[in-house]
């Protein structure tokens, strides 16, 4: 913790040995009103959770699973733009670290070379009028090896150390942690455009021939940009252009 450099990040930190899940904890200290930039980070889940309910592999010691408290002002709506941002500050991060490799497969995985390395988890409290709390949760890969992976991840999944960056995960943290909150200021202050242009340049999803799996409904097109709000564009092959919410879909290379 002396180590970071950051203002309000981690100002409020809360370790664990060990807990179900990193984003259950921080929802439970939100609700009772812990402040913006508390970051609840632990050494394994029992149950790491990804989206649509699938599970979030996360053994002790090898990776950084965290979550982040925000409580920006701006609607609801835009909740959806801070996967986004953090997809955006973390694949800086890595660049930091040597990795130029890493890419964002929208709306929500950082890749490296088809494998995921990290895989955010963005859960919204509040009204329709306004949020109360953001919980951004984040998983990193840093020391998981080859062999240790799981069947079902072998292919698909990698680590830090994986792709030849030899850090350690305090080091890592502090660079990524400094990363997302110089781009959530930037984001504040100057709104999102700039990040939105900077998503596009480190995207791996745009330009892409892609399937979009949503619930009874799968469909082929060329992802072809994001709109203000993070919505993917996909133009279907009779020319017109789908716009798509990152909600229940997931998307497949072809
Ligand atoms: P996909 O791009 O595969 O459709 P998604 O973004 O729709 O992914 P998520 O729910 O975001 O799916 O991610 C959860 C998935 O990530 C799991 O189903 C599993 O395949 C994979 N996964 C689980 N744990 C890890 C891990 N530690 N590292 C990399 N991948 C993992
Ligand atoms: C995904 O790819 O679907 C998102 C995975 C998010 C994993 C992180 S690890 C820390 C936090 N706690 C969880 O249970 N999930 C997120």
Redesign the pocket.
Known sequence: KQILKTDVFGKRYVYMDTTE????EARRLAQQGAEEGTVVVTEE?A?????LS?G?Y?PFGKGL???LILRPDFAPVEAPKCTLMAAVALTKAFHKMGLTDAGIKWP??ILVNGR?LV???TEMSGSMEEISYIVM???VNVKTKQEELPEELKLIATSLTMEGIDIERTEAFKIILESLEHQYYEVLDSGFEETLNEWRQLSVTLGEEIEVRAPGNTYEGVATDIDEDGNLLVRIPDGTVKRVMAGDVSIRPR
Request: hydrophobic residues 30%; positive net charge.
């Open positions: 899940s990193t984003n259950l889940q149950a790491g959770r990804g989206r699938r979030w996360s699973w965290f979550s929500n995985d995921k895989g955010i988890l949760g984040i998983g």
